[in-house]
Nanobody, 115 residues
Framework: QVQLVESGGGLVQAGGSLRLSCVAS????????MSWYRQAPGKQRELVAFLSSGGSTNYADSVKDRFTISRDNTKNTVYLQMNSLKPEDTAVYYCYAVFTRYSYWGQGTQVTVSS
């Protein structure tokens, strides 16, 4: 079955950086728009960054100029480079793939930013 597997989360001090990866299997990856979402305790899941199959990007205002989404279609992988991390970035980060009526979620990876 289709799998999206995230990695790269962890504990980091405020001001630090992390790079998340999401590897997709059993989909025609290059056709899919890819996104990163996050969910903090007690809050709704929110869109962090979006990357279309054609390369267009969109970011939540709270992460603009700090986070960068990218993809490598040869590796079926989407990345989220997170710089200048803040305690409010603490959340579980999820990878999301969508193409027409097909959509898939990863299992999530925890990011914790200490002050």
């Amino acid at each position: 079955q289709v799998q999206l597997v995230e990695s790269g989360g962890g504990l980091v001090q405020a001001g630090g950086s992390l790079r998340l990866s999401c590897v997709a299997s059993r989909i025609n990856f290059s056709n899919y728009a890819m996104s990163w979402y996050r969910q903090a305790p007690g809050k709704q899941r929110e869109l962090v960054a979006f990357l279309s199959s054609g390369g267009s990007t969109n970011y939540a205002d709270s992460v603009k100029d700090r986070f960068t989404i990218s993809r490598d279609n040869t590796k079926n992988t989407v990345y989220l480079q997170m710089n200048s991390l803040k305690p409010e970035d603490t959340a579980v980060y999820y990878c999301y793939a969508v193409f027409t009526r097909y959509s898939y979620w990863g299992q999530g990876t925890q990011v914790t930013v200490s002050s």
